[in-house]
């Protein structure tokens, strides 16, 4: 569904050899060492997750690791700082979706500035940083629905809103609507 269909994905755990002071080896994270691998292209060998996964990739595989704990966890917000990095069409809009169900268990936050993300959400911040006496102040405002239809425009076309973006904010917000009340 987040289209890495040809991936393979392995956990290799591995254990200190026989004969080996086991002590030196127990640390505040455990006994063992347990690394993720990864070959997201058909035909490459299985390599360590934090050696070679892009951007795109690496948010798309902890999208799925917080989808398949998010039953049996006990954390009760979950967050997404920029999500959409490598990703677009439908593959985010597939982002959008996934994050949606996982707000029936949990409060998810989202940073994004893909619009086929940021519709699937039920409420909308604005985040923006002014220059005050010379500081950099972080702003963080409400929308409305029409704000939230503006931003969405934004995102879409750019600083400048026009009627075309408009209506195509207001139809992926509809659309999103009526995915949202699909997966509930």
């Given at each position: 569904?987040?289209?890495?269909?040809?991936?393979?994905?392995?956990?290799?755990?591995?254990?200190?050899?026989?004969?080996?002071?086991?002590?030196?080896?127990?640390?505040?994270?455990?006994?063992?060492?347990?690394e993720f691998t990864i070959s997201p292209n058909p035909g490459e060998p299985l390599k360590p997750l934090a050696k070679i996964i892009s951007g795109g990739e690496m948010s798309r595989v902890m999208l799925a690791f917080k989808?398949?704990?998010?039953?049996?966890?006990?954390?009760?917000?979950?967050?997404?700082?920029?999500?959409?990095?490598?990703?677009?069409?439908?593959?985010?809009?597939?982002?959008?979706?996934?994050?949606?169900?996982?707000?029936?268990?949990?409060?998810?936050?989202?940073?994004?500035?893909?619009?086929?993300?940021?519709?699937?959400?039920?409420?909308?911040?604005?985040?923006?940083?002014?220059?005050?006496?010379?500081?950099?102040?972080?702003?963080?405002?409400?929308?409305?629905?029409?704000?939230?239809?503006?931003?969405?425009?934004?995102?879409?076309?750019?600083?400048?809103?026009?009627?075309?973006?408009?209506?195509?904010?207001?139809?992926?917000?509809?659309?999103?609507?009526?995915?949202?009340?699909?997966?509930?």
């Open positions: 569904q987040l289209g890495m269909e040809k991936t393979l994905f392995e956990v290799s755990i591995s254990t200190p050899d026989e004969g080996t002071d086991y002590a030196s080896f127990i640390t505040s994270q455990g006994f063992d060492k347990v989808t398949v704990l998010a039953g049996i966890d006990d954390i009760p917000v979950l967050i997404f700082d920029e999500i959409d990095t490598g990703i677009s069409g439908r593959i985010a809009s597939v982002v959008g979706e996934k994050m949606s169900s996982l707000s029936h268990s949990h409060q998810v936050v989202c940073v994004t500035h893909l619009p086929q993300i940021a519709v699937m959400a039920d409420i909308h911040y604005k985040i923006e940083k002014q220059i005050e006496e010379g500081h950099t102040r972080t702003m963080v405002y409400l929308l409305d629905e029409k704000g939230r239809r503006n931003e969405i425009a934004k995102l879409i076309g750019g600083a400048e809103i026009s009627q075309i973006g408009l209506e195509h904010a207001q139809e992926l917000i509809e659309s999103a609507r009526e995915i949202k009340e699909a997966i509930n």
